[in-house]
């Protein structure tokens, strides 16, 4: 008897040995992980804890952290305990091919492999890097670039009677968009970009870099571009209002004079476009890397090596959910109709008017709570 009992005690030591070891093998480590999803179907990136009736991309990547063993099961329910952090909020239906989220993790084997077994196929993990304990990626984040991927019919002037699929942007209509779009570039107040905030809120400025549409491509019969933004921090739904308010000055709905305006003090009614072909196509760490990315110890945040992962994903997941939906239930088409029911010509007095109003408004209802993230 005692010697069995001697036995037991042994085995429960070495198990918990054994326990020990598996831990030091795969202590925990902050780590970032490149992400690209179509966002087609989800409520937006960030996890609604508690509430399972609005699907988010983070419920699927924490199951997957969880059944893979690379975070215990607690740590899911309060991702505090992981120290977790997204890089982008993106909103609603809205993909990405280059989102980076920061957490801690025990670095088991072939731990890519593992995330992404436990994960639908339009949801990846391409790339991990080391990075610093203290690292959070929406803070060291320097800028973001997006693209937004619409049909071009979404330029033809309003007087023109337009065959969707037969509609081909002319040169002279792809500079006066580039023109517009260049107008962007660097400091303005966003206010009437986005909801909630008031013309005197200093979070209401951003920093634009770049602001450009490419040339046209036809797909399935229909042409489409891509425009890309890079700005320091976006605030909820500015990206789609820019690129509304562009549309709605080309084709003719509003003058070119309420650009200027809509950075002023007064309310503009800014056009929000559909969210189906907004992604987050990169984040940058320029800082970071100049201070930890040469130091011997971390690796800079590019991605250089993923680059062809991220372009076959893109291929495979982000451009065919675009060009089918919108084949099929006719996001932009729908919004374009839309457009005449704005009013882009108030008068200033109704514009105070309104303007007290949606101050009235905003105090009741509090912030946005959408701090430096994006559409």
């Known amino acids: 008897?005692?010697?069995?009992?001697?036995?037991?005690?042994?085995?429960?030591?070495?198990?918990?040995?054994?326990?020990?070891?598996?831990?030091?093998?795969?202590?925990?480590?902050?780590?970032?992980?490149?992400m690209a999803y179509s966002g087609k179907g989800y409520h937006g990136m960030q996890r609604n804890v508690g509430s399972s009736q609005f699907k988010t991309i983070e419920d699927d990547l924490v199951s997957a952290l969880v059944q893979s063993g690379c975070i215990p099961e607690n740590h899911g329910e309060d991702m505090k305990k992981m120290s977790f952090q997204r890089c982008a909020r993106t909103d609603k239906g809205v993909s990405a091919?280059?989102?980076?989220?920061?957490?801690?993790?025990?670095?088991?084997?072939?731990?890519?492999?593992?995330?992404?077994?436990?994960?639908?196929?339009?949801?990846?993990?391409?790339?991990?890097?080391?990075?610093?304990?203290?690292?959070?990626?929406?803070?060291?984040?320097?800028?973001?670039?997006?693209?937004?991927?619409?049909?071009?019919?979404?330029?033809?002037?309003?007087?023109?009677?337009?065959?969707?699929?037969?509609y081909r942007l002319d040169t002279e209509t792809l500079e006066r968009v580039n023109k517009l779009l260049a107008c962007y570039r660097g400091t303005h107040n966003f206010h009437n970009f986005t909801s909630q905030k008031g013309p005197r809120d200093p979070s209401a400025k951003r920093y634009i870099m770049e602001m450009y549409c490419g040339e046209p491509f036809v797909r399935e019969s229909m042409e489409f571009a891509v425009i890309k933004v890079k700005g320091q921090s976006f605030m909820?739904?500015?990206?789609?209002?820019?690129?509304?308010?562009?549309?709605?000055?080309?084709?003719?709905?509003?003058?070119?004079?309420?650009?200027?305006?809509?950075?002023?003090?007064?309310?503009?009614?800014?056009?929000?476009?559909?969210?189906?072909?907004?992604?987050?196509?990169?984040?940058?760490?320029?800082?970071?890397?100049?201070?930890?990315?040469?130091?011997?110890?971390?690796?800079?945040?590019?991605?250089?090596?993923?680059?062809?992962?991220?372009?076959?994903?893109?291929?495979?997941?982000?451009?065919?959910?675009?060009?089918?939906?919108?084949?099929?239930?006719?996001?932009?088409?729908?919004?374009?109709?839309t457009l005449p029911i704005h009013d882009f010509n108030s008068s200033a007095v109704e514009m105070q008017t309104n303007n007290k109003n949606s101050k009235k408004s905003s105090d009741l209802e509090g912030s946005d709570g959408c701090g430096d993230d994006s559409d």
């Open 97 to 166: 091919a280059g989102q980076i989220v920061s957490l801690k993790v025990r670095l088991i084997d072939d731990i890519l492999e593992k995330i992404n077994n436990h994960l639908p196929s339009h949801i990846r993990i391409l790339g991990l890097k080391r990075v610093t304990g203290g690292f959070n990626s929406k803070n060291k984040c320097d800028a973001r670039t997006y693209s937004y991927m619409l049909p071009t019919f979404a330029f033809a002037h309003k007087d023109h009677d337009v065959q969707e699929e037969l």
């Open 1 to 34: 008897e005692e010697n069995g009992h001697q036995n037991k005690r042994l085995k429960s030591n070495a198990d918990e040995e054994d326990a020990e070891d598996q831990n030091k093998k795969s202590p925990k480590r902050k780590i970032v992980l490149l």
């Open 236 to 337: 909820m739904h500015q990206i789609r209002k820019m690129i509304g308010l562009v549309i709605a000055i080309v084709k003719g709905y509003a003058a070119e004079s309420i650009m200027e305006r809509s950075w002023g003090e007064e309310k503009v009614d800014v056009p929000k476009a559909p969210g189906l072909g907004l992604v987050l196509e990169k984040v940058h760490f320029e800082k970071y890397n100049r201070r930890f990315g040469n130091d011997g110890l971390h690796e800079p945040l590019e991605w250089t090596e993923e680059e062809e992962k991220i372009a076959v994903f893109k291929e495979q997941y982000i451009y065919p959910t675009i060009i089918n939906t919108e084949r099929e239930e006719k996001s932009m088409a729908n919004w374009l109709n």
